[in-house]
C-alpha cells in the first residue's frame, strides 16, 4: 500500500530536518554556563518515575488528568507508530510477525488507546475554546492560539486515519474482535466495493504518514518540545528543596539578577526549552497576584522566543 519510492525520500528529509532543528536548539542550550546534574543517579531516576510516568505535578490541577491520558496513550502508540514507520520503509515489517496472542493484546490495546487519546484532545480542544483557565488568557499567548490548536487537531488527524486505515482493512474482511474501534469506522465504510475501499486505505496511510512527519517536525520549533525534553527535564531536575531566595546584597560590582544569555546556566535555557507555557507559574506568582506587572510566564515566554524563535503558544 505505501509507496516506498515516495515515502522512503520523505522520511529521510523529515528526518534530517527533525534532527537540526534539535541540533540548533541544543547548541542554544549549550551556551548556558555548567551545573552539576547528574548526582544522585537514584533519586533522579525515582523522581524521573513520579514526575515524568507518574505525572505527579501534573495531576496536581484537576485537568492533569486528561494529560496523565495523553501521555501514556502517546507512550503505547510511540510502539504503534514506530511500527508504522518500519512498515513503511520496509513493507511486509509488522507486529503480525509476533505470536498470535500477543499481537492481538498489541491490537485491541492501539485501538483503544487511540480512542483514549481522540477523547484526551476533544477536552483539551473544547477546554481551550471554550473553558480556558484566566492564566491562560493573555495578550502574548492566547489560549486559541494557532499553534496549540494545530497541534492539537494534529494529533486528532493522526487517530482519525489510524481507525479509517484499520477500519477499510477490516471492511475487506477481518477478525473486528481485536479492534473494535476501528470496526466501528469500517462499518462506516460498508457498501463500498473492494476498490473503493483500498482507495481509503491509502489515503488514510498517507494522511496518517505525512501528518506524523510533519508534526515530529514541528515539536522542536514550538512550545510542544516538552514532549521530547520534558522526560529529561525531570531526571535534571534540582534535588534541593525550594527555599527562599537568598537576600541580595548590593555591592558595588555585583551582578544582579541576568543580562546575557550565557548567565543562565544550561538547565535554565533547557527549562524555558521545556515550558509549555501553561501558566501556573504565572498563577502562583506572589508578585503578579498583587497586580505588578512582573509575569513568570511572560518572561519564559520572552526568553523563548528571543532564544528559539517560537511560535506563541
Ligand atoms: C514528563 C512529561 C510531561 C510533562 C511533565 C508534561 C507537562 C505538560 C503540561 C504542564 C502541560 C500544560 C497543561 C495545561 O495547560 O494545564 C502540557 C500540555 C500538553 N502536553 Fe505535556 N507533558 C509531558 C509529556 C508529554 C508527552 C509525552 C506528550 C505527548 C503527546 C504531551 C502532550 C501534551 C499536549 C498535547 C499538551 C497540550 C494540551 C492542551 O492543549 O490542553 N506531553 N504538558
Ligand atoms: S515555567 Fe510556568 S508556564 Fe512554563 S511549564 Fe513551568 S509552570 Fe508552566
Not at 524521573?48 to 486528561?66: D, H, W
Not at 521530547?228 to 534540582?238: G, M
Not at 558595588?252 to 550565557?262: A, T
Request: glycine letters at 6%.
Amino acid at each position: 500500500m505505501s509507496n516506498t519510492t515516495i515515502f522512503i525520500p520523505l522520511f529521510i528529509v523529515a528526518s534530517l530536518t527533525f534532527i537540526y532543528s534539535c541540533y540548533q536548539r541544543l547548541q542554544l542550550v549549550a551556551v548556558g554556563s555548567a551545573e552539576e546534574r547528574l548526582d544522585n543517579p537514584l533519586s533522579r531516576l525515582a523522581g524521573t518515575f513520579a514526575y515524568a510516568f507518574g505525572q505527579k505535578r501534573v495531576l496536581a490541577r484537576p485537568y492533569g488528568v486528561n494529560h496523565f491520558f495523553l501521555f501514556w496513550a502517546f507512550m503505547f502508540l510511540l510502539v504503534a507508530n514506530v511500527e508504522f514507520l518500519l512498515e513503511g520503509l520496509f513493507p511486509g515489517v509488522s507486529l503480525s510477525a509476533l505470536p498470535a496472542p500477543l499481537y492481538h493484546v498489541l491490537e485491541l490495546t492501539f485501538d483503544l488507546v487511540s480512542l483514549v487519546a481522540l477523547a484526551c484532545v476533544v477536552v483539551a480542544l473544547v477546554r481551550r475554546l471554550f473553558f480556558a483557565p484566566a492564566y491562560l488568557e493573555n495578550d502574548y499567548t492566547k489560549a486559541r492560539s494557532g499553534e496549540a490548536l494545530l497541534i492539537l487537531a494534529m494529533i486528532a488527524t493522526l487517530m482519525l486515519a489510524f481507525f479509517f486505515l484499520n477500519g477499510a482493512q477490516l471492511a475487506q474482511g477481518g477478525d473486528t474482535i481485536w479492534q473494535p474501534v476501528s470496526a466501528f469506522f469500517g462499518s462506516l465504510l460498508a457498501g463500498l466495493s473492494p476498490s473503493a475501499l483500498e482507495s481509503v486505505a491509502g489515503a488514510a496511510w498517507w494522511v496518517h504518514a505525512v501528518v506524523l512527519l510533519v508534526f515530529l517536525n514541528l515539536l522542536p520549533r514550538s512550545k510542544h518540545m516538552h514532549i521530547l525534553t520534558a522526560i529529561p527535564n525531570c531526571y535534571f531536575r534540582s534535588l534541593e528543596k525550594p527555599n527562599v531566595q537568598p537576600r541580595e546584597t548590593f555591592k558595588k560590582g555585583e551582578r544582579y539578577g541576568v543580562s546575557q544569555v550565557e548567565q543562565f546556566t544550561w538547565k535554565d535555557l533547557f527549562d524555558s526549552m521545556t515550558c509549555t507555557e501553561c501558566g501556573r507559574c504565572q498563577d502562583l506568582c506572589p508578585a503578579h497576584n498583587t497586580g505588578k506587572p512582573l509575569n513568570p510566564r511572560r518572561i519564559v515566554h520572552d526568553i523563548k522566543q528571543n532564544l528559539f524563535g517560537n511560535a506563541s503558544a
